[in-house]
């Protein structure tokens, strides 16, 4: 289903594909053995047969621009953009949890009001705008870290990886967590107004317990749901934060390939990530059924 | 302090939604002010040289001045019109497919729902910027036109999905029953009955999704697939100064602080749209 979308998608951008192989003011001849040498001279029915069996063999094919193997060259970059969204989420949810909950339970305070006026901003200020004057602060001014840039031996060099990422790492954290404190904070809301809260305390429990014991289970399941929409999206939305940092990701190979009408590329680095994007999806369903057992039981019917 | 008495704390809520609608139509209104200012005057000419290269601000220049030497205050007033358009231009194109795409899926045979249901959730899988981008390429060299085309575009799978839901839900109620009864034709269901009941939730949608567009459009300018030099999208600008940031990093602190303003203004203008557009409340008031 996703591969058909993908390939109208692309087949809908006008320009054939051979145009990237044949320089300007090529002659009809070349232009032609171009179109018989990419394959868009075929008719359509065998043009999308085709690229269904590359993809079920894993062939992405190779590129127009580099002649590399596209396959290879998204190996090499995931290696850049799974640790960035995977520790940028990580941080995220490490920052919006607690002050998602702390934020509704104390939301008559001045510091929940302040932490629900600040996810408001968050969710205002463009990734790459958090970028740059973090790029400003502590590379420009404090020279804490690198402006941007990846080592080029890769993880070889471990502690420089991280120090390249750490910048990246922070901006994603600072935007995300926005978003996901407030989709806390309103399933801590939910939690606080539930009767099952309100039967706990009457039997005896403290606060802190009760909401422990059974707010955090309750509050998750659709928590969990929003993660695994925002870990995709990190996921694809790299891009941005990619160019600002000038990261070798995933992010960059797209931007690169779409200024370049590379196709193999293009459609090779959409494949990928819709395949993470769906794997994401499969396992944020998989930890809803294990926290909530209600869910396992309509399996039939459940419908992200 | 203590727990506030319930009409009280009614009342705090209503007092404080209608300060962030204010506050909402305040600042969109101040960009729709500046941008129609700018249609008729500037303090420099936007595109000539109004002072020494990269000057830091000053009285003469609020904001500095850019690697050439224009006065950035000047572009970032340029900005807001450009990022009202590209907006206001989105958000119309995206409301006309998605609206119709939406309420043709909800009315549809279940098969063609079904399919076209999966479509709007696989495109919504990708961010708008991702799917902007897809569309920019596709329509070739970038232009002001391609990417609210572009961004229209990406958002219309939004309002398709939301439109539908919305639908369906008005389509369960009595009332389209009986007029089915009372024999309206379909069109006239949906511009009578369907339209006017899901359009509070839709305008508050718009107005999200105006904040987003205006987000996503300077993604877009920023990694160079935006509106053309000549147009100052604030993204754009906020791209220059990222290139010029060791040896003047102001220059990217107010072009991202106007871009805030009008998103923040965006988003409470939605969250007090909400509460107007809620009829019990309207009836209560």
Same mark, same amino acid.
């Given at each position: 289903?996703?591969s058909i979308?993908?390939?109208?998608?692309?087949?809908?951008?006008?320009?054939?594909p051979a145009?990237?192989?044949?320089s300007?003011?090529?002659?009809p001849?070349?232009?032609?053995?171009?179109r018989?040498?990419?394959?868009?001279?075929?008719?359509?029915?065998?043009?999308?047969?085709?690229?269904?069996?590359?993809l079920?063999?894993?062939?992405l094919?190779?590129?127009?621009? #580099?002649?590399? #193997?596209?396959?290879?060259?998204?190996?090499a970059?995931?290696?850049?953009?799974?640790?960035?969204?995977?520790?940028?989420f990580?941080?995220?949810?490490?920052?919006?949890?607690p002050?998602?909950?702390? #934020?509704?339970?104390?939301?008559?305070?001045?510091?929940?009001?302040?932490?629900s006026?600040?996810s408001?901003?968050?969710?205002a200020?463009?990734?790459?705008?958090?970028?740059?004057?973090?790029?400003t602060l502590?590379?420009?001014?404090?020279r804490?870290?690198p402006s941007?840039?990846?080592?080029p031996q890769?993880?070889?060099?471990?502690f420089?990886?991280?120090?390249?990422l750490f910048?990246?790492?922070?901006?994603?954290a600072?935007?995300?967590?926005?978003s996901?404190?407030?989709?806390?904070? #309103?399933?801590?809301?939910?939690?606080?107004?539930?009767?099952?809260?309100?039967?706990?305390?009457?039997?005896?429990s403290?606060?802190?317990?009760?909401l422990?014991?059974h707010g955090?289970?309750?509050?998750?399941?659709?928590?969990?749901?929003i993660?695994?929409?925002?870990?995709a999206?990190t996921?694809?939305?790299?891009v941005?934060?990619e160019?600002?940092f000038?990261?070798?990701?995933?992010?960059?190979?797209?931007l690169l390939?779409?200024?370049q009408?590379?196709?193999p590329?293009?459609?090779?680095?959409?494949?990928i990530?819709t395949?993470?994007?769906?794997?994401?999806?499969?396992?944020a369903?998989?930890?809803?059924?294990?926290?909530?057992?209600?869910?396992?039981?309509?399996?039939?019917?459940i419908?992200? | 302090?203590?727990?506030?008495?319930?009409p009280?704390?009614?009342?705090?809520?209503?007092?404080?939604?209608?300060?962030?609608?204010s506050?909402?139509?305040i600042?969109v209104?101040?960009?729709?002010?500046?941008?129609? &200012?700018?249609?008729?005057?500037t303090?420099?000419?936007?595109t000539?040289?109004?002072?020494?290269?990269?000057?830091?601000?000053s009285w003469?220049?609020?904001a =500095?001045?850019?690697?050439l030497g224009?006065d950035l205050?000047t572009?970032?007033?340029?900005?807001s019109?450009?990022a009202?358009?590209?907006?206001?231009?989105?958000?119309?194109?995206?409301?006309?497919?998605?609206?119709?795409?939406?309420?043709?899926?909800?009315?549809?045979t279940?098969? *063609?729902?079904?399919a076209?249901?999966?479509?709007?959730?696989?495109?919504i899988?990708?961010p708008t910027?991702?799917l902007?981008?897809?569309?920019?390429a596709a329509?070739?060299?970038?232009?002001l036109l391609s990417?609210i085309?572009? *961004?229209?575009i990406?958002?219309s799978?939004?309002?398709?999905?939301?439109t539908?839901?919305l639908?369906?839900?008005?389509?369960?109620?009595?009332?389209?029953?009986a007029a089915r009864?009372?024999?309206?034709s379909?069109?006239?269901?949906?511009?009578r009955?369907?339209?006017?009941?899901?359009w509070?939730?839709?305008s508050?949608n718009?107005?999200?999704q105006?904040?987003?567009a205006?987000?996503?459009?300077a993604s877009l300018?920023? &990694?160079?697939?935006?509106?053309p030099?000549?147009?100052?999208?604030?993204?754009?600008?906020l791209?220059?100064a990222? =290139?010029?940031?060791?040896?003047?990093?102001?220059?990217?602190?107010?072009? =991202? *602080?106007?871009?805030?303003?009008?998103?923040? =203004?965006?988003?409470?203008l939605?969250?007090g749209?909400?509460?107007?557009?809620?009829?019990?409340?309207?009836?209560?008031?």
């Amino acid at each position: 289903m996703a591969s058909i979308v993908l390939f109208v998608l692309l087949r809908l951008l006008p320009g054939d594909p051979a145009n990237a192989l044949v320089s300007v003011g090529a002659d009809p001849a070349q232009i032609e053995a171009a179109r018989r040498q990419v394959g868009s001279d075929l008719p359509l029915a065998q043009q999308f047969l085709q690229f269904l069996t590359s993809l079920a063999r894993l062939d992405l094919g190779t590129s127009f621009v #580099s002649r590399t #193997s596209v396959l290879q060259e998204i190996l090499a970059r995931l290696a850049v953009t799974v640790p960035l969204t995977l520790l940028s989420f990580m941080l995220a949810v490490l920052i919006a949890v607690p002050l998602g909950i702390l #934020s509704a339970v104390k939301a008559e305070r001045w510091f929940g009001a302040l932490i629900s006026v600040i996810s408001q901003l968050g969710i205002a200020i463009p990734v790459f705008w958090v970028g740059i004057l973090l790029v400003t602060l502590f590379a420009v001014n404090l020279r804490l870290f690198p402006s941007g840039g990846f080592p080029p031996q890769g993880w070889a060099a471990p502690f420089e990886a991280l120090r390249a990422l750490f910048l990246p790492i922070v901006t994603i954290a600072v935007v995300m967590s926005a978003s996901l404190l407030r989709y806390v904070r #309103s399933a801590t809301q939910d939690v606080l107004g539930s009767d099952y809260l309100r039967t706990a305390r009457a039997l005896g429990s403290g606060f802190a317990e009760a909401l422990i014991r059974h707010g955090i289970r309750n509050g998750a399941v659709p928590v969990v749901s929003i993660l695994g929409i925002e870990l995709a999206t990190t996921l694809l939305g790299a891009v941005v934060v990619e160019r600002v940092f000038t990261l070798p990701g995933l992010g960059s190979m797209l931007l690169l390939a779409i200024e370049q009408r590379d196709y193999p590329n293009i459609q090779g680095v959409l494949f990928i990530s819709t395949l993470l994007v769906l794997l994401i999806g499969f396992f944020a369903d998989l930890a809803q059924r294990w926290i909530d057992p209600r869910l396992r039981e309509k399996l039939g019917n459940i419908r992200r | 302090m203590t727990v506030l008495a319930e009409p009280q704390a009614e009342r705090t809520r209503r007092t404080r939604r209608s300060l962030t609608f204010s506050i909402g139509l305040i600042l969109v209104g101040l960009h729709l002010a500046v941008a129609l &200012l700018t249609l008729v005057w500037t303090p420099y000419d936007p595109t000539g040289m109004a002072g020494g290269r990269l000057e830091a601000p000053s009285w003469a220049h609020p904001a =500095g001045t850019d690697r050439l030497g224009r006065d950035l205050f000047t572009q970032i007033m340029i900005g807001s019109r450009i990022a009202l358009v590209v907006g206001a231009g989105a958000v119309a194109i995206a409301a006309a497919i998605g609206v119709t795409l939406g309420v043709l899926a909800a009315f549809a045979t279940r098969y *063609l729902d079904d399919a076209l249901a999966a479509t709007f959730d696989i495109l919504i899988a990708f961010p708008t910027l991702l799917l902007a981008m897809l569309v920019v390429a596709a329509t070739g060299n970038a232009s002001l036109l391609s990417a609210i085309l572009a *961004l229209g575009i990406a958002i219309s799978a939004i309002v398709a999905r939301l439109t539908r839901i919305l639908v369906k839900r008005v389509l369960a109620m009595d009332y389209i029953t009986a007029a089915r009864t009372a024999g309206s034709s379909w069109p006239s269901i949906v511009f009578r009955h369907v339209l006017p009941n899901i359009w509070p939730t839709l305008s508050v949608n718009f107005a999200l999704q105006f904040g987003l567009a205006v987000i996503a459009e300077a993604s877009l300018s920023y &990694l160079g697939l935006g509106a053309p030099p000549p147009n100052a999208s604030w993204g754009r600008l906020l791209q220059e100064a990222q =290139g010029t940031v060791y040896t003047a990093p102001f220059g990217a602190v107010a072009p =991202g *602080l106007a871009l805030v303003s009008l998103v923040i =203004g965006m988003n409470l203008l939605a969250d007090g749209l909400r509460d107007i557009g809620d009829p019990t409340r309207r009836r209560a008031r």
